[in-house]
C-alpha cells in the first residue's frame, strides 16, 4: 500500500473516530525505537504468493468455520483468534495484533518463531512498552496506521482484522478467505461495532483493488457507505 493512496481513508478514520494524527506518529517512533539493535522479521519472509490465506477473526462464528482454516494454505489470526486456535488445536502462520487482551499469549507465541504483526498506535503504548521488549524481535514485524518509518510498516487496513488481509494481500496472496468474521455481532459495544463497520469498508475497498469478491461480504456490499474511499 502507498502511503498516499492510503492517507485520504486514514484521515476519514481519524475524523470519524476523533484521533489524534500526532499520537500515532509518536507510537511509531516508539515503535521504532524498541527496535534499535534489534533484527526484526521480514515480511517477504510470510511467504504469501499465490496461496490461499484465511484471515481469522475472533467472531463467535469461528468454531463453525474451522473447514475454512483447515482448507488455506496459511492462516493468518487477528488479535485474539490466535488464543481461540491454540485452544482448538490449530497454530497460525502470523498473528495480528495491536496486543489489546492477550499480550502474554503473544509473547508466548513469538518465542516459538510464529512472526507477530505488532501494531502501534495513539493509545496503545502501555503495551507495546510492557510487551515488545519481552518478545522474540526476530518474530516481530512492525506496523504503523501513520507514514511508515520501517522497519514500522504500514500495509493499510485499521482494524487487526483488516490489517491483516491488506497485509496478506500486500505479500501477493492469490486468495483470502475470512472465518470468524462478525460484522453483525450483538456482544460488542458502540466503539467496536464502529470498528467493524470500517473493518467491511475497507474490506469492500480491499476487494475492489484486487477486483475479487469476499463471500464475507456477500449480502452487505448494498449497505456499505463508500464516501471515504478512493474508488
Not at 24 to 47: H, K, M, S, V
Not at 96 to 108: E, N
Request: one cysteine or more; hydrophobic letters at 40%; charged letters at 30%.
Amino acid at each position: 500500500m502507498n502511503f498516499e493512496t492510503w492517507e485520504p481513508v486514514y484521515e476519514a478514520v481519524l475524523g470519524d473516530f476523533g484521533y489524534d494524527r500526532r499520537a500515532d506518529g509518536r507510537a511509531r517512533d516508539a515503535l521504532y525505537r524498541q527496535f534499535r539493535g534489534r533484527e526484526t522479521f521480514e515480511p517477504r519472509e510470510l511467504r504469501m504468493q499465490g496461496k490461499r490465506v484465511a484471515i481469522a477473526g475472533a467472531g463467535p462464528s469461528l468454531e463453525d468455520d474451522l473447514d475454512a482454516v483447515r482448507a488455506a494454505d496459511a492462516v493468518v489470526a487477528a488479535s485474539t483468534a490466535a488464543d481461540r486456535l491454540l485452544e482448538m488445536g490449530f497454530t497460525a502462520d502470523a498473528v495480528v495484533t495491536d496486543l489489546d487482551k492477550h499480550g502474554g499469549t503473544v509473547v508466548s507465541i513469538s518465542g516459538t518463531g510464529v512472526p507477530v504483526v505488532v501494531h502501534a498506535h495513539g493509545d496503545n503504548g502501555g503495551v507495546v512498552r510492557e510487551f515488545v521488549p519481552r518478545m522474540d524481535s526476530g518474530a516481530i514485524v512492525g506496523t504503523t496506521q501513520a507514514r511508515p518509518r520501517p522497519p514500522v510498516w504500514n500495509f493499510g487496513g485499521f482494524t487487526d482484522g483488516d490489517r491483516a488481509a491488506f497485509l496478506a494481500a500486500h505479500l501477493g496472496a492469490a486468495e483470502l478467505t475470512f472465518p470468524g468474521w462478525d460484522f453483525d455481532d450483538p456482544s460488542v459495544g458502540p466503539e467496536k461495532a464502529r470498528k467493524l463497520r470500517w473493518a467491511e469498508r475497507l474490506l469492500y475497498w480491499l476487494e475492489c483493488r484486487r477486483e475479487e469478491r469476499f463471500a464475507v461480504l456477500d449480502g452487505r456490499r448494498e449497505g456499505i457507505d463508500t464516501s471515504p474511499l478512493p474508488i
